[in-house]
């Protein structure tokens, strides 16, 4: 396979671009589309980085990470990838809370949320309406000091069953914490406000085949299980990438990895300032999560219990309750046989967010047997909203924080990159070092499915600023 991998590979290209997470893949279709020559390269035998999939015996397909982003997706993957990918992204429309504070269930957009906030809470339709107008004004470029919990405190004082119902469902798509700035919840937040949560019809598996497919008919070059060992710098410039022991030169580089992967290892901290490599050890990694993949036995059916069900036995919300390797918090994404059309097959995703270092430092012994006890407690919660559910399950396997590493290379197998600061530091990259751009989860804004592909839209723009200010300058005459 180390071999195959150089069939057909360019002696050198406009654009590298290090990792196929949705960052990375929108910004190489875009890149494509300018008439660039782009290269993707990724480690793992499948596409998509976190948004990925695998299959196991019984026929089943499970979907990595959680299932659901904003209508903003249909967009963005309309105007930045094709009509058919597009099409293909549904909406859900049964979105569950149980805990012991509320149960109910909701279409999760501004309209369903103002009645549940002025039926069930008793909230003053003024105070709602402000507190969406506050959120929805947040802006990427803003400098917000106020914290998500100093947000909710003004606006609803006291009242910890309304923050849990405004904060939860957040905290599992992007890792944020009522500490963080108020500008990494109310952006994402509002964003589901606008018309509720959304999926793709089909599956990861067919996102990302779609996707493969239009990258080639733009001419990328895609190969996987290539692992670039080191970014090439010379003063103070990209010259290319080291991958499988091959040098390959290129005029940009864009890493999909991790922040301070890109920067410690790939590139390395003696190409940078000093004082930039203090900003970059000031960045903190967000946390990482488990997840439990279920499948159900062909033929045999689960009634429909929700799209996505929060629950918990926590009597209030609790950032930290919910990294503790024993929390009773977690999310079952449903997979219905409508989600995979022509699949006919049921399976559950139960997602709890973790801490590595929990799992980093286990025996062997200890890591299968922690891993085990994850799946009984998950199946235990599952079984009083699906009964009789056992009977029915012939796949049950689980991921960990080690698990997301070994297959992202992730530092601390984070799934949702860094806190606030990384963003900065992912924004100043081709300051310091000309050509070197990073689009990835940074600073949970830019976080999750929408979030990641926006920020590869973002960055692909100034790639190709870069890369077309080159290529002008080789043409322009000199004067001597």
Known sequence: MAKD?????????????????????????????????????????????????????????????????????????????????????????????????????????????????????GILKETIDEFFETVRAMNFYDDVKMTTRELFEKFFPGRTDVHRLLMEPITYANGSTLDD?????????????????YTFQGGTNELIRKMKKELQKNGVDIRTHCLVEKVLVEDKQVTGVRVNGREIPAKAVLSNSNILNTIEKLTGEEHFSKEFIQEVRDVRLNDSSCQVYIGIKKGEKIDNVGDLLFTSQKEEFDSEELLDFHTTSRTF??????????????????????????????????????????????????????????????????????????????????????????????????????????????????????????YGVIVANEVDKFVSSLSKAKLEPVNV
């Open 333 to 454: 994404s449903f997979y219905y046989p409508e989600i995979r059309p022509g699949h006919n097959q049921y399976s559950i995703v139960a997602s709890t967010n973790a801490r590595f270092k929990d799992w980093a430092y286990l025996s062997e012994e200890e890591y299968q047997a922690k891993k085990d006890e994850l799946i009984e407690r998950t199946l235990e919660a599952l079984e009083r909203y699906v009964p009789g559910v056992r009977a029915k399950i012939d796949h049950v396997e689980a991921s960990t924080p080690k698990t997301f590493k070994r297959y992202t290379t992730h530092p601390g197998g984070v799934s949702f990159g860094t806190k606030f600061e990384g963003l900065k530091v992912s924004r100043e990259l081709p300051n310091q070092i000309a050509g070197l751009f990073h689009a990835g989860s940074v600073g949970i804004i830019m976080s999750g499915w929408l979030g990641a592909a926006n």
């Open 181 to 197: 700035p108020a500008i990494t919840y109310g952006i994402v937040f509002s964003n589901f406000m606008d018309k509720g949560v």
């Open 5 to 121: 991998w150089l069939k057909g590979v360019k002696s050198a290209y406009d654009t590298v671009i290090i990792g196929s997470g949705l960052a990375g893949l929108t910004a190489a279709n875009m890149l494509a589309r300018f008439g660039h020559r782009v290269l993707v390269l990724e480690h793992h035998y499948n596409l998509g980085g976190l948004a990925t999939w695998f299959k196991r015996k019984g026929g089943h397909i499970m979907d990595i990470s959680l299932h659901g982003f904003p209508i903003g997706m249909i967009k963005t993957c309309r105007k930045y990838w094709s009509k058919e990918i597009a099409d293909s992204i549904i909406r859900l429309r049964n979105i569950r809370f149980d805990n012991p504070q509320f149960a109910f269930g909701t279409t999760f957009d501004k309209e369903d949320f103002t009645n549940l906030m002025r039926e069930r809470f």
